[in-house]
């Protein structure tokens, strides 16, 4: 288990669970971050946010949330 603050770029990862506060989950959650959801790593800013694509949307996600978002590396390719 690993951190997506963590992820390579152009690697894809399954979420496994958010550790950040409550109200930022639930944020997180509607825009499509839940267990199970698989993340492309798009690009990472040298500040270290990362752009990630999930369910067809690119996001931009700051350091501090990418380090609170627990996830497991996909070996598969689509």
Known sequence: MMSLFEGIKGNRYEIRGLNVE????????ALGLNDG???SVLNRKKNGAL????RGTR???GRRIC???????RADEV
């Open 37 to 39: 959801t698989v993340v």
């Open 51 to 54: 752009i990630i694509r999930v």
């Open 59 to 61: 996001l931009a996600i």
């Open 22 to 29: 409550e109200a930022l989950t639930r944020r997180l959650q």
């Open 67 to 73: 380090q609170g978002i627990e996830v497991e590396e």
